[in-house]
């Protein structure tokens, strides 16, 4: 057994378990309780990071030799694609997070923008255009130009709303009487959403640990920075991609459509 084991060459270790030793060395992991799949921060981390992540996975392909194997043009320019649609995915996101009534014209014509060129490289990927990715492309900036953005009312915010809706419920949930309940429920709520109370707690709070204020205070700053070196980094990518000439994916299902087309218009 262990010299079988030992026999075996770098083509009999799977190639997803390679691709996925790839993502975990950028401590991206497909989550089990996910089914396998990449859960919320991580899909950011992905699209964060796709440069060097998929040129990571393109070279690990690269070196792969197997007789089934697409050639070097077709990997390269699929890893190519994918990567470009992760950046462009990136410069939206970074757009739609941007809170109620705080985008400018810039951000507009940048989402426009991105929103295109993802359009157009979703379909040169020849992936399915699913009701999450239509309402992105031809439903989302209708309604951020209304909102003038509506990053606070998105997933994330409504997630950490049920979040606090069962803390409330937890503390709550032993109450005999159901009137009582819903009022003290309510209550809490009211407390916790009342911007005077939360504005005296983290006063409170800063006081009671001083250096923490001003750490506070230093990481905003660099935070600030951070985020206008990102963003100058997407619109350079964004206008690279834009140049990009991206060749079609033809899928399996395409191919061979095409090629049963092409055998019934000879019997003709
Ligand atoms: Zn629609």
Not at 35 to 51: F, I, P, Q, S, T
Not at 87 to 95: E, F, G, M, R
Not at 124 to 135: V, W, Y
Not at 204 to 224: I, P, Q, S, Y
Request: net charge positive; hydrophobic share 35%; with cysteine.
């Amino acid at each position: 057994m262990k010299k079988i084991q030992s026999n075996k060459t770098k083509l009999d270790i799977p190639v997803v378990a390679g691709i996925e030793n790839i993502f975990l060395s950028y401590n991206i992991a497909p989550a089990a309780y996910h089914g396998g799949k990449l859960n919320g921060v991580d899909c950011r981390e992905v699209m964060k990071l796709a440069h060097s992540v998929f040129s990571d996975i393109k070279n690990y392909l690269l070196s792969i030799s197997h007789s089934d194997r697409c050639t070097n043009e077709v990997l390269i320019s699929i890893c190519d694609l994918h990567a470009d649609i992760s950046i462009t995915l990136d410069i939206i996101s970074s757009k739609m997070w941007i809170k109620r009534g705080e985008t400018n014209d810039e951000d507009c014509t940048i989402l426009e923008r991105a929103l295109r060129q993802l359009d157009h490289l979703w379909s040169k990927a020849g992936l399915s255009f699913t009701p999450k990715i239509h309402g992105i492309l031809y439903h989302a900036l209708h309604q951020w130009k209304l909102l003038r953005g509506f990053g606070d009312m998105l997933e994330d915010d409504l997630e950490h709303l049920h979040q606090t809706s069962k803390r409330i419920s937890d503390r709550t949930s032993r109450m005999r009487n159901k009137t009582q309940q819903a009022f003290s429920h309510s209550k809490i709520e009211a407390k916790l959403n009342n911007k005077e109370i939360c504005a005296a707690t983290s006063a409170v709070e800063l006081d009671a640990k001083r250096t923490f204020k001003k750490r506070k205070t230093d990481t905003c700053a660099r935070g600030k920075d951070a985020k206008l070196e990102r963003d100058s980094n997407r619109m350079t990518s964004l206008q690279t991609i834009e140049q990009k000439e991206h060749i079609k994916m033809v899928s399996f299902y395409d191919d061979e459509k095409g090629r049963i087309l092409a055998s019934t218009a000879n019997e003709d």
